[in-house]
């Protein structure tokens, strides 16, 4: 997701000068948890890839290279300092701790789909490996699941612009991947996110009933 922050041509600038290495610090970057367009600059490799100026094996090393040590990055940063941080922001807008620990006890529960699978989600690309250093995932079970999940992500991203790059404009594909991307995340929001939401007024409007009837 590129957030309209740097062109689509600023960004086919940078990967005709650096080559292998945009691709790589691109997509680290994203994963660490900086709001990079990390999966645009992928897709411009592989479209690079396929029109002869990049090697395609050479662009799918460096995205899962980069997605990989990115991801460790955002976990560590997350596992180290990312709990005190929520907690800063949590009392800066009024949010009580219990809640902020009843969505860290969620997120543990689906931590491992959410590396997995959330590189193909929008901003979820760039949380998941932070938010899963701030629920204590197992980092062992974190870095298989942050393996597997780059290698199959940079396989789809790098592949597909490298073929589908023929036949459509640049342009379209990368509109098209961040439309995917938005419409994963608001499926995530109406199946994951909104259920807490709703069960959390509902638990906050059942202790109100209880403080009037004691009344």
């Known amino acids: 997701m590129s957030f309209e922050l740097i062109s689509l041509e600023t960004i086919q600038g940078i990967a005709h000068q650096y080559g292998y290495w945009a691709v790589f610090f691109g997509i680290a970057l994203e994963n660490t948890g900086i709001p990079l367009p990390g999966e645009t600059i992928t897709v411009v490799g592989g479209f690079l890839a396929g029109s ?11 995205a899962i290279a980069g997605a990989v040590l990115g991801d460790n990055c955002g976990y560590w940063i997350g596992r180290a300092g990312g709990w005190s941080f929520l ?70 991203m790098v592949t597909l612009a490298f073929f589908v790059g023929h036949l459509i404009p640049l342009e379209q594909l990368v509109a098209g991947l961040a439309q995917f991307g938005i419409a994963a995340l608001l499926l995530v929001v109406v199946l994951i996110v ?3 939401w709703l069960e959390s007024r509902q638990v906050k409007r059942s202790v109100n009933e209880d403080r009037s009837d004691g009344l």
């Open 52 to 62: 002869g100026e990049l090697n395609y094996w050479f662009v799918l090393a460096s």
């Open 87 to 156: 907690l800063n922001l949590g009392y800066l807008f009024r949010i009580p701790e219990e809640r902020l620990l009843k969505v860290k006890d969620q997120f543990s529960q689906n931590a491992a789909r959410a590396v997995f699978l959330g590189r193909f989600i929008a901003l979820l690309r760039i949380f998941a490996g932070p938010l899963a250093g701030i629920a204590e995932m197992p980092y062992g079970r974190f870095f298989l699941c942050n393996l597997g999940g780059a290698t199959i992500w940079a396989t789809v």
């Open 194 to 196: 909104f259920p807490i």
